[in-house]
């Protein structure tokens, strides 16, 4: 995710009147409103005359979304996205922490790229954050904050949900928790969350909430990385349509071009629907005073927004990836999310969302590994520089003889279908012969010399 802190600074000019610069600069007129969501425009004035009265800007975004094959201009009120839902981020780049949540706001501290901070609250464009070190509580853009992997996040109530005292739906309520609060799931219980809100300990119907799950392609499970779909209730589906707990999951990798909506759409995407955002932009209003019309709203610029995941003819996405079926996928570890797939052609990412083909493999499948010594596999071929380059480490003749001599078997077939590994210092592969599958082992810098694994 790429972002861009934004601030501009008022230019002053002279002017002999008020009047006389509605009259004589309406060429450049500007429509302004007596209130950001007013639809019709209270009057018009020119740009120097608005930039010499400005009294505050603020930024707003808007998303272009696609659903059901249509596409919809969304504001940014009627969506909730990845960075919404976390609750551990860090910083871009280096960026001032806010005392409130405008760009022409004082600033509190300077914090240093890579900060850690926790999300308390967010709108459309700001999140009210707490400084991991120090507990400095301030705002900044959420364009200038990126999710962690190792952050499982929070829960947001898409409508108003009741807290009732035991997991069902016929138990007594004992509050009503408005929409769009963050709260943390305690435990899972046939369709309902035990939560802590206000004080009071209850639970609510997991169905009202999203959370990070609802925006992940990677699950951390049982010391690995799996491609996921979507979520359903408390669970996470998997690639091959298994159900997995979300209590079990440390960790997911998002992605930002979804959103999940928050206020429905006439005709459009509805309450809860999953939309694909195309394009995200953003726009500074400006509040003036000016005489005859008082406190008055304007479009000033147009913002940078966050851009949009470009990739080059080589490169896919991790939702792209998702459209394919998946034949072998490996990570190096839960904090780190460099990795590699197998997908209709092998792939690499360094960060999980965006996938480099290596055209050494054209658009076969094999089997991928890495192993905890940090050597990458796919299929017979092994790497020692995280991927960049591969040479073979299997011989063919070498296995079948290594077959003969053992099982007195000559194989008329060898097709690698599996790497695992055995220890620090030795590797195995799974090798079908079309009659009959054996596993044989080789020691990791030496694959010279395989012997079979017999049951």
Same mark, same amino acid.
């Given at each position: ?14 002017? #002999?009147?008020?009047?006389?610069? /509605? ?12 209130? *950001? ?6 009057? &018009? ?8 009265? /400005? ?28 960075? &919404? ?57 959420? =364009? ?12 947001? +109530? ?27 799931? /305690? ?22 909430? =999203? ?6 392609? %990677? ?7 799996? #491609?996921? =779909? ?23 990798? =998002? ?14 995407? &509805? %309450? ?10 953003? +726009? ?21 927004? !966050? ?12 939702? !792209?990836?998702?459209?394919? !079926? ?15 797939? @197998? ?16 055209? &050494?493999?054209?658009?076969? +499948? ?40 053992? %099982?007195?078997? +000559? ?13 620090? @210092? ?10 009959? *599958?054996?596993? %044989? ?15």
């Amino acid at each position: 995710m790429h972002s861009i802190f934004w601030s501009v600074l008022p230019i002053f000019f002279a002017f #002999p009147s008020a009047h006389g610069a /509605l009259a004589t600069d309406a060429s450049a007129a500007i429509s302004f409103y007596r209130a *950001k969501e007013s639809s019709f425009a209270s009057g &018009q004035a020119s740009r120097t005359l608005l930039e010499s009265r /400005l009294l505050s800007t603020q930024i707003e975004s808007t998303y272009r979304a696609r659903w059901d094959r249509k596409e919809y201009e969304l504001e940014s009120n009627q969506l909730l996205r990845d960075i &919404q839902v976390a609750k551990l981020v860090d910083t871009t780049s280096s960026c001032q922490l806010l005392a409130l949540n405008r760009n022409d706001s004082g600033t509190i501290k300077i914090l240093n790229a890579g900060a850690s901070v926790e999300i308390l609250e967010t709108d459309g464009y700001w999140a009210k954050v707490k400084t991991y070190r120090d507990q400095v509580t301030g705002w900044l853009p959420l =364009t200038m904050l990126k999710n962690r992997h190792d952050d499982s996040g929070v829960f947001v +109530n898409v409508i108003d949900t009741y807290l009732r005292s035991e997991a069902s739906s016929l138990a007594k309520v004992i509050t009503t928790i408005p929409r769009l609060k963050r709260v943390e799931a /305690l435990e899972f219980s046939k369709g309902f969350m035990k939560i802590s809100y206000s004080g009071m300990t209850g639970f609510v119907d997991i169905n009202h909430f =999203t959370s990070r799950a609802d925006f992940a392609s %990677l699950a951390f499970v049982d010391n690995k990385w799996i #491609p996921v =779909t979507h979520r359903n209730g408390e669970f996470v589906i998997d690639t091959n349509l298994r159900k997995i707990p979300l209590n079990k999951i440390l960790g997911f990798v =998002t992605s930002s071009t979804r959103g999940v909506v928050t206020r429905a759409t006439p005709n459009g995407p &509805q %309450l809860l629907s999953r939309v694909e955002i195309v394009k995200p932009e953003a +726009n500074i209003w400006a509040l003036s005073k000016i005489d005859g019309h008082g406190e008055v709203w304007w479009k000033r610029n147009a913002a940078p927004a !966050e851009s949009a995941i470009v990739t080059a003819k080589n490169t896919i996405t991790t939702d !792209e990836l998702m459209k394919r !079926e998946i034949y072998s996928i490996a990570f190096e570890s839960k904090t780190s999310v460099r990795g590699i797939v @197998s997908a209709e052609g092998v792939y690499t990412t360094e960060d999980g969302l965006t996938w480099k083909s290596i055209p &050494q493999f054209g658009k076969q +499948n094999y089997p991928v590994f890495i192993h905890p010594k940090g050597y990458w596999f796919v299929g017979a071929f092994k790497s020692t520089n995280q991927g960049q380059s591969f040479e073979p480490f299997v011989r063919w003749e070498q296995v079948a003889d290594a077959i003969q001599a053992s %099982l007195h078997k +000559n194989p008329k077939l060898l097709r690698l279908t599996q790497i695992e590994a055995v220890s620090n @210092s030795q590797i195995i592969i799974n090798v079908d012969t079309g009659t009959s *599958k054996i596993k %044989l082992s080789s020691n990791l810098g030496d694959s010279s010399n395989w012997s079979v694994i017999r049951k």
